[in-house]
């Protein structure tokens, strides 16, 4: 390891295909537009954001030896991250999400992430091999989990002595993979950050606020929560009580990535010693002057 990281992040890393056009799409609409290709995957948006906040992560993730990875993994280098961590498989190719976005927002989107899925815990070797940590001395700092890996894999974490003295921050990857997290909240182990639909799907309920929803996810087992609720009050959730409040009133000019700063934010003020206050109000902050369109991406 050439430099120490702030902390890990282990998830998908993957190339975000997106096709966007001016007009109002439908199922079945051909039109004009524009196709981008960016780095995505929940983990590196999340290292991403981590980074502009001052940290420094390790990817722990399946890239493949393609020219894709190639390619990927000089951007996330250029990006000033730790990627001798990743798992370059051979034979498995880069992952790529799809998404279609019209004018009326997003129509679809396709997460192909069957390589992380099927490199499995192979991707987890450098917090046993030494290069990050090992079984008689494991990885006791910070690490970003998202909800992209398989349930089987993520069950694993949430009971490996590898992780056992981490602080783990768990994000889902969409809420058709929100129900992943389970293990988390079975187990009372880290920190989970949700929205209000995503708190709904774990508890298999609908909540109408936050605070509900945080003390819901409490009630199931979870040992710390966030919760977020858009331009609504969020609220963070630990055993001693709940901490409530309202994001300040901006005007939105974009939302994807809300999460995604609202967490990096809360993480980077917890780890620097913030009050929870404190720490809740900055990540309230950043995500809302993110959504109003201040800050770069
Ligand atoms: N309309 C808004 N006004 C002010 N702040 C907002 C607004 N929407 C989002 N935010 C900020 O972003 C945080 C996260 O938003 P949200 O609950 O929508 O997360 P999310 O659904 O995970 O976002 P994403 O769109 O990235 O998936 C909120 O707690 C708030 O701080
Ligand atoms: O199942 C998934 N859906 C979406 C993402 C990522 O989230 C972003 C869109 O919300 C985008 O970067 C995509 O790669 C993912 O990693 N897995």
Not at 134 to 155: E, I
Request: hydrophobic residues 45%; negative net charge; glycine residues 12%.
């Amino acid at each position: 390891m050439t430099r120490e990281p702030d902390i890990l992040c282990i998830g998908s890393v993957l190339w975000d295909v997106i096709g966007r056009s001016a007009s109002a799409m439908r199922q079945g609409s051909d039109v004009p537009g524009r196709i981008t290709r960016l780095p995505g995957g929940v983990a590196m948006n999340i290292a991403m954001t981590l980074v502009r906040f001052g940290l420094t992560p390790a990817l722990l993730t399946a890239v493949g030896r393609d020219g894709e990875g190639d390619e990927l993994i000089a951007a996330c280098t250029a990006r000033g991250m730790i990627t001798d961590t990743v798992y370059r498989s051979d034979d498995l190719p880069t992952d790529v999400y799809m998404a279609v976005e019209g004018a009326n927002g997003l129509i679809a989107a396709i997460a192909d992430a069957h390589s992380l899925e099927a490199a499995g815990a192979k991707i987890l070797a450098p917090l046993s091999d030494g290069r990050l940590a090992t079984p008689q001395a494991p990885f006791g700092g910070l690490v970003a989990l998202d909800g992209n890996l398989t349930l089987t894999l993520l069950s694993e974490i949430a009971r490996s002595p590898l992780l056992a003295q981490a602080d783990l921050r768990v994000a889902p990857a969409s809420p058709g993979k929100a129900e992943r997290l389970t293990p988390f909240v079975q187990a009372g182990r880290g920190t989970l950050y949700v929205n209000l639909e995503e708190a709904g799907l774990l508890c298999q309920t609908d909540f109408d606020n936050s605070r509900d929803a945080a003390a819901g996810l409490l009630k199931r087992g979870a040992a710390r929560v966030l919760v977020t609720d858009g331009g609504s009050d969020a609220t963070e959730g630990r055993r001693d009580g709940l901490l409530t409040q309202t994001p300040p009133q901006v005007l939105v000019t974009r939302v994807t990535g809300a999460g995604d700063t609202f967490m990096a934010a809360h993480i980077a003020a917890d780890a620097g010693g913030a009050p929870p206050e404190d720490a809740l109000n900055k990540a309230l902050l950043a995500a809302a002057t993110y959504v109003s369109g201040e800050t770069a991406l």
